[in-house]
């Protein structure tokens, strides 16, 4: 009886969708009150509905209701309570489920902190949202139902994915989602813009913190996801240039841009039209992102359950909702170019710069996406473009973003002093090269390990060198208003980032080896010697688990168990060790047995030395730190109506160094 | 004019896309098309399953279009693929040659005593030595070779009634025109 009550839930929080989506922007089109009030009921409606349903297939799995297809194509009896869970967006219909139920909880908070904007204003915005949410509700409806029964209902179900069956992977989706899904607000805010032709800018300010939300989350999303790919695929790699990653990297990418376009319009009045385009840019690759992994146009490691019908409804539902905003953009985008002037060296031309390499990089990600299709479209046979083309050219497209990062703080908006910044550059530029020559020493000249230590130098140091001086200059108190203290914060992961790139790019030792029992190798100096395998049982997989036991100068260091599990349906499953640090990891991968009939003899491993790579996902945790401080800053909490009416002219103004 | 550049670099992506999902329903993306075909299949010199002590080569086979198909008693796909073949093996007009792969030879022969044997011989690669050359993933799997020896055609997975009449027999019906 409760998918059916899921199902139903469903169908009428599509009702409540189309009244939110339509009845408010006529309200507003007409200037009528009384149907722009629908907005929020609506929307409050279909989230309640929504999540109704969310709860009823979380329910279905945890009560083993296997007479629901998709709960018996995901879990089975053996499978621990908490992997039933995140089982429910294991699979096409349930991240669905996942995506729509998240864009409920943006809509509703939206609707909770919007009690200070103006009334049509709201309601454009909550109509764009609503509209939106009627394509997803659809698609799910009609072609991706995750209530749909199985007759008879089998004793027991399949398996979720063993690849999925990870810490990791229980929150990288959620998590994932809360980025995608929170550019729909930017979208919809610039959306309501456009169709309100309102000269004012006061939208780019309202729009900032759920911006700055949304790519705080994409960061972690993404972490998660490559710290999941790192420990769960066994290849200790942490990034494949994937369409799937793609796909969540060019919105970061283009988020990333929109956040300082943002603060430009807001500031500055300039860069209005860029800053919409980038709005709906950004809100359509999160929908690319959804078409590429679910349309099964592109294949990838992440193999997902492909269907040409759910394929052709994603692209026509693309193609309106982008297509219609882009025209409409055309159509009603600002035609003055507006905003007060800046000279050459000023904050807005650095970031003009930023901008146009982050976008010109999200650009060239997709394109190397989608180049097998290309190739496939012009004839040219199976092609397609691997890391080589992806790591160059986007290396090349972010020299110039690091090599303005750390004057950013600096840089005045409109014209800034040039004597200080040669200062900022001598002083960042010589701690860059000392640090440079020390790891020059260290590493035997490894020229990435060089070219890392110096990047991250640069940034980490210049970074630091604003902290300073604003600890010295400011009375206390007003040192580091919120939004300040984010920008610093990302800025500074973006060096821990580089550390953490090209220092385990340069100094990673990478064995695979025979090994038999008692047999030690030496590995980045450390010892690691294997000890045999015995076997070993999980709830729902049973596999044999190596013992490695690593010294260094003769001391133990650790003792790690890698797994080769084999799950309660025969998947394989690689399950590695591994040993962290701050300065490095230790990772060791049980391969094949040498000899099937002797599981006690030798067996292939696969040894890792990483160093820093934890550098990696501290850099961007540090900048979904900044994305979140950044938005709590007190100024974007937004006044009642009528000051905000007021206030605009002086608000742009206001510059903060 | 300009603000219209967006929309119709979307268009044009739009239109890629749709490509995308036509072409997908036409083409099996797993489907590598093997460098093998239209190649001479590698040699090979194989003992026959009833008869270790007789071998059988790719010369000794020249001559005449046949039929390789890969099985193991172990594979669970080939006891799909087993009734097709027992049904449709005899209609496609040319030899069928049994390539018995990681398998021990006592429960090939008990397979086929049990299911049927669809084959005109079967050669047998223990080892797998020779599997490698002829680039073969897994079983089942099925080569049309032809009386020169060149690998004409190839079909990963098993040989479905459909996969018969729409891919294999067209692709022998092609061998007997060439070679009136």
Redesign the interface.
């Known amino acids: 009886m409760t998918p059916e009550l899921g199902q139903l839930a469903l169908i009428l929080a599509l009702l409540l969708a189309f009244a939110q989506g339509v009845l408010p922007l006529i309200g507003a089109w007409r200037n009528h009150r009384a149907l722009m009030a629908v907005a929020r009921p609506a929307a409050a409606g279909q989230a309640v509905f929504v999540s109704l349903a969310f709860v009823l297939l979380v329910w279905a799995f945890l009560q083993f209701d296997f007479s629901v297809q998709y709960v018996a194509d995901n879990s089975n009896l053996a499978l621990p309570w908490y992997y039933r869970i995140a089982a429910v967006w294991g699979a096409h219909e349930g991240s669905l489920l996942l995506w729509i139920f998240i864009l409920n909880l943006w809509t509703l908070a939206l609707t909770v902190f919007s009690r200070n904007l103006p009334e049509v204003f709201v309601a454009r915005v909550l109509g764009v949202l609503g509209l939106v949410s009627v394509g997803f509700l659809a698609f799910i409806i009609f072609t991706s139902n995750p209530f749909l029964r199985l007759l008879p209902m089998p004793a027991d179900g399949a398996d979720l994915n063993p690849v999925l069956q990870d810490p990791g992977m229980t929150f990288h989706p959620p998590v994932l989602y809360m980025g995608y899904v929170g550019f729909s607000v930017a979208f919809a805010f610039s959306i309501a813009a456009l169709l309100g032709g309102e000269l004012e800018q006061a939208w780019v300010r309202w729009a900032r913190p759920w911006t700055n939300v949304a790519w705080a989350f994409l960061s972690a999303g993404i972490v998660a996801g490559s710290w999941w790919a790192y420990a769960e695929l066994g290849w200790g790699g942490w990034w494949f240039w994937d369409p799937v990653e793609n796909a969540s990297f060019m919105p970061w990418l283009v988020g990333a841009a929109l956040i300082h376009a943002q603060a430009v319009t807001e500031k500055r009045g300039a860069l209005r039209?860029w800053t919409i385009?980038l709005s709906?840019f950004a809100f359509?690759l999160s929908l690319l992102g959804t078409?590429l992994v679910r349309?099964?146009?592109?294949?990838s490691v992440h193999a997902f359950a492909?269907d040409?019908k759910r394929?052709?409804f994603i692209?026509c539902f693309?193609?309106v909702v982008?297509?219609g905003s882009?025209?409409l953009?055309?159509?009603r985008?600002p035609k003055v170019a507006g905003g007060k002037p800046f000279s050459v060296v000023s904050r807005e031309t650095a970031i003009l710069i930023g901008n146009l390499m982050l976008t010109v990089a999200a650009a060239m990600v997709l394109l190397g996406t989608?180049f097998p299709?290309?190739g496939?479209?012009l004839n040219l046979g199976?092609v397609s473009v691997g890391p080589p083309y992806f790591g160059l050219l986007f290396t090349l497209l972010m020299l110039p973003v690091v090599a303005l990062l750390p004057f950013g703080p600096y840089l005045r908006w409109g014209k800034s002093d040039t004597p200080l910044l040669k200062r900022i550059m001598w002083r960042a530029g010589l701690a860059a090269i000392a640090c440079a020559i020390i790891a020059a020493f260290l590493t035997d000249g490894e020229t990435k390990a060089i070219a890392g230590t110096a990047a991250a130098v640069w940034c980490g140091f210049g970074t630091l060198l604003y902290v300073v001086k604003r600890w010295r200059e400011m009375p206390a108190g007003r040192r580091y208003p919120a939004e300040m203290a984010g920008m610093l914060l990302a800025h500074f992961g973006v060096g821990v980032f580089l550390a953490g790139v090209l220092l385990t790019n340069a100094l990673s030792v990478e064995r695979d080896v025979r090994m038999s029992p008692g047999q030690a190798e030496s590995i980045g100096g450390y010892d690691f010697r294997f000890d045999g395998v015995h076997e070993t049982q999980g709830p729902n997989w049973h596999g044999d688990q190596g013992t490695v036991t690593v010294m260094r100068n003769g001391r133990e260091v650790a003792v790690m168990h890698p797994q080769k599990r084999t799950y309660t349906r025969g998947q394989v499953q690689t399950e590695s060790a591994i040993n962290p640090g701050i300065t490095r990891d230790l990772y060791v991968a049980l391969g094949e047995p040498m000899d099937r009939t002797q599981p006690d003899g030798a067996w292939a491993l696969r040894l890792y030395d990483k160093p820093f790579v934890r550098w990696i996902w501290a850099g961007g945790l540090f900048m979904m730190l900044g994305g979140f401080f950044a938005a709590a800053d007190r100024r974007f909490r937004a006044k009642r109506v009528a000051e905000t009416e007021a206030v605009p002219a002086a608000a742009l103004q206001e510059s903060r160094a | 004019m300009s603000?219209?550049v967006?929309?119709f670099g979307?268009?044009l992506?739009?239109a890629?896309?749709?490509?995308?999902?036509w072409?997908?329903?036409q083409h099996d993306?797993?489907e590598?098309?093997s460098p093998l075909i239209n190649k001479p299949a590698p040699a090979f010199v194989l003992p026959k399953l009833d008869d270790p002590t007789q071998t059988v080569s790719r010369e000794a086979l020249m001559g005449k279009p046949y039929l390789i198909n890969v099985f193991a008693s172990w594979c669970i796909a080939c006891g799909e693929e087993h009734p097709v073949l027992m049904t449709q093996g005899k209609s496609i007009g040319v030899p069928i040659i049994g390539y018995n792969y990681k398998d021990a030879a006592d429960d090939a022969k008990a397979w086929l005593a049990k299911h049927g044997d669809p084959y005109d011989m079967v050669i047998v690669d223990q080892e797998g030595r020779t599997a490698i050359d002829f680039g073969v993933y897994g079983a089942p799997e099925s080569f049309l070779v032809d009386g020169k020896g060149v690998i004409r055609y190839k079909r990963i997975g098993p040989l479905t009634p459909e996969a018969i009449e729409k891919e294999l027999k067209p692709a022998i019906a092609a061998l007997a025109k060439e070679q009136p």
């Open positions: 039209a385009l709906i359509s078409f349309s099964g146009v592109l294949t492909s040409p394929g052709l692209l693309l193609a982008v297509g882009l025209l953009y055309a159509l985008a989608l299709l290309v496939d479209a199976k | 603000r219209l967006p929309f979307f268009m992506l739009v890629l896309f749709g490509f995308g999902i072409w997908n329903t993306q797993r590598v098309p």
